[in-house]
């Protein structure tokens, strides 16, 4: 009789399974000997206890069953987007959070996994099952699933064309918020023209087009990225713009300023309105006098600002750039002054740039640093009138996995739960592996994987490794976490379409009915 490979595969995995139970029983003689070493090896923290785990257990049902639905119109709302930020990089960011404290660290919860609601938003764009920052960050500000590489533009709408771009373009939350005297704002510790930070204010049929360079010449009916954050919006545009990428605000000439039109978008922001601020580090942040401003431009790289962890290697720099926790705090209190409301996107955009990187450090420790700008945002604000939105745009292909024991490095490699054995677990090559890796990358290797040392796999610099050599490791296709809180927060429930984000955040605040009205 033919052999079913399909039973064959099963019986492969339950085997496996089956194995791995064995690993773990404790059975008589030698194997219970080492159970039992284990256990007396686990500090009673980390152990609990059977009331301990039953009592917290209780205590978590009692809490959320306490829960009041607030249905009152919010007057804020503030929507973060860790940028790649997918399930399996929140997972290793609690536990690196935690470890930073000296605790073992999957006990641990960045600040908004406490939220008291949460969904699973589905990522795809229209026109690729694993989606871009262009297309995701299009549907959580606009309502509307586009294409890969468009910022706020409809399905209809061709790439790189500018044929039909108005009657293509789409409002984003920002604008609809400006129409109703509300204020608005955007942070990001990328480019405040690339993808994401762009969809909140600019339309365009390409995201590469962040300066008037960048459009290929004879190109009619489209403006750059960077010249679009002086619009109106349909009011009188935005109060806040910080983040990086000052050489497509300046003209080639003028410090490394790349546009070719000769103006000089700064200078244009501190004209626009009495009272318009710009500051170009840190420190000029902190001089901002933010109850007199009526507008803050703030500029701090000429592309991408840092990662969390190099900015945090230059403390003593007079002019060290701001961290993400005290840009997000500069806006909430510009923003805060209009009776009428705002509207703030904060994004931590270098998680994404590292984990292309392949470089697991750098991505997590920017995942810490939005946990703690949240953390400011909730201190700053009264959750019964905001509405705070925390989730990412897309995930990446990265992993965390092989049995290591509870509390073991996150960057290091993979040691076995048997906690009086301190030698790492070994493949089949014979050689240690790290708990972090990734589908793909540049971390790829041809031949016999390097023979790890803890101290290379703990190095800021190390790149995981990644099974498909890739240029540069990609994006993740699977959905990602929507957690919330405050008036209306109950709706981010269940698993939605990305695009629902911005319905959330447009019912709450009756957003596009009460500008219907104006």
């Not at 503030?78 to 997972?91: A, R």
């Not at 490095?409 to 592996?433: H, R």
Request: charged share 20%; proline share 4%.
């Amino acid at each position: 009789m033919r052999k079913n490979p399909t039973n064959n595969a099963l019986l492969g995995v339950i085997s496996a399974t089956a194995v791995l139970v064995a690993m773990f029983a404790a059975t008589p003689g030698k194997a219970q000997d080492e159970a039992g070493k284990e256990l007396s090896s686990l500090t009673p923290e980390m152990l609990g206890t059977k009331q301990s785990w039953l009592d917290d257990g209780a205590a978590a049902i009692q809490k959320r069953a306490a829960r009041k639905l607030n249905t009152n119109r919010a007057k804020n709302v503030i929507l973060f987007v860790g940028d790649g930020m997918g399930i399996s990089t929140l997972t290793a960011a609690r536990i690196l959070e935690g470890q930073l404290r000296g605790e073992p660290g999957e006990e641990n919860y960045l600040s908004f996994e406490q939220f008291p609601y949460t969904a699973l938003v589905k990522t795809y764009n229209v026109d690729a099952q694993v989606p871009d920052s262009a297309g995701t960050a299009t549907a959580l500000n606009t309502g509307v699933k586009s294409r890969v590489g468009v910022i706020n533009t409809a399905p209809a709408q061709v790439q790189r064309s500018c044929d039909n771009l108005a009657a293509n373009s789409l409002t984003p939350i920002a604008g609809y918020a400006e129409q109703i005297g509300m204020s608005t704002g955007v942070v990001s510790t990328a480019r405040l023209t690339h993808a994401t930070p762009a969809a909140v204010y600019a339309v365009s049929p390409a995201r590469g087009w962040e300066s008037d360079g960048e459009i290929p010449e004879g190109t009619v009916g489209c403006t750059d990225i960077a010249q679009q954050i002086l619009g109106s919006l349909g009011g009188d545009g935005l109060e806040v713009a910080l983040g990086g990428g000052r050489t497509g605000f300046q003209p080639e000439g003028v410090g490394s300023g790349r546009r070719k039109d000769g103006r000089n978008l700064i200078e244009e922001w501190v004209a626009s309105r009495d009272g318009a601020a710009y500051a170009a580090d840190g420190k000029a942040l902190r001089a901002v006098d933010t109850s007199k401003a009526s507008r803050l431009l703030g500029l701090f790289d000429d592309s991408h600002m840092d990662f969390e962890l190099d900015r945090t290697e230059r403390p003593s720099m007079e002019k060290v750039q701001p961290d993400l926790s005290e840009m997000t705090e500069t806006a909430i209190k510009m923003l805060s002054k209009n009776n009428d409301g705002y509207y703030l996107m904060v994004e931590g955009g270098r998680v994404d740039h590292a984990h292309h990187a392949g470089n697991a450090q750098r991505a997590l420790h920017d995942a810490v640093a939005l946990s703690d700008a949240v953390a400011k945002a909730v201190s700053m604000v009264d959750l019964s009138e905001t509405l705070i939105l925390v989730t990412a745009d897309h995930s990446h292909v990265f992993t965390i996995a092989g049995y290591p024991r509870r509390g073991n490095p996150i960057f290091g490699l993979v040691t076995p739960i048997e906690l009086q054995s301190n030698e790492p677990t070994l493949a089949n090559d014979g050689k240690p592996y790290t708990t972090l890796g990734y589908h793909n990358g540049g971390g790829a290797v041809e031949g016999p994987r390097a023979d790890l040392t803890p101290e290379q796999a703990e190095s800021i610099d190390h790149r995981q490794q990644a099974l498909v050599p890739t240029h540069g490791e990609t994006h993740g296709g699977e959905d990602v976490a929507l957690f919330a809180a405050g008036p209306w927060a109950h709706l981010a429930t269940g698993t939605m379409e990305q695009n629902v984000v911005f319905h959330i955040i447009d019912h709450a605040l009756d957003l596009r009915k009460r500008a219907a009205h104006k």
